[in-house]
Every structure is written in C-alpha cells, then in structure tokens.
C-alpha cells in the first residue's frame, strides 16, 4: 500500500485522471473534496482494500498520508 495504489481511487471519486495527490495534501487542496466526496472517497477505500474504518479514525485524519498510514495499519 503506498501513494500510487491510493491516488486511483482518488482519480476514480473525484473523476479527475490528472489529479495527482501527495501525502501532505488535504481537502482543501483538491477541488470538489466536500463532504458528500469525503464518504464516496473512504467508502471508495474501505471497498478497494477491504477494510473498515470507525468513525474515530475517519475524523482523526488531518491529510492523505494519514490515510495511508491509517489503510496500512489496517492491513497487518
């Protein structure tokens, strides 16, 4: 798990095949990431790598990288 295998799912939600993410983005830094993009996007995870995510870890993220780490965690 890592930076490339997330951005599709990026890609896909926010139906952007330019959009190219880094680790310390947030929302703010991609047009259209709202609430309503926000759900698709972790749904769009929890399907992709076949995890869950509690409410708790959802909102504890501050950017991508966390995301990523939080996707890894639930991995091992």
């Known amino acids: 798990m890592n930076l490339d295998s ?3 799912v990026f890609k896909d939600v926010f139906r952007n095949t330019e959009l190219e993410i ?10 259209g990431w ?3 993009t926000h759900m ?3 749904g769009a995870i929890e399907e992709k790598f076949q ?8 909102m504890s993220l501050k ?6 780490e939080l996707v890894k ?4």
């Not at 995890?51 to 959802?58: H, I, R």
């Not at 950017?63 to 990523?68: E, Q």
């Not at 965690?73 to 091992?76: D, G, L, N, V």
């Open 63 to 68: 950017n991508i990288g966390d995301l990523i």
């Open 51 to 58: 995890t869950d995510f509690s409410y708790k870890e959802v």
């Open 6 to 8: 997330i951005q599709e």
């Open 40 to 42: 698709k996007l972790i």
């Open 22 to 31: 880094k680790s310390s983005m947030t929302a703010n830094d991609i047009d």
């Open 34 to 36: 709202d609430s309503i």
């Open 73 to 76: 965690s639930k991995q091992q």
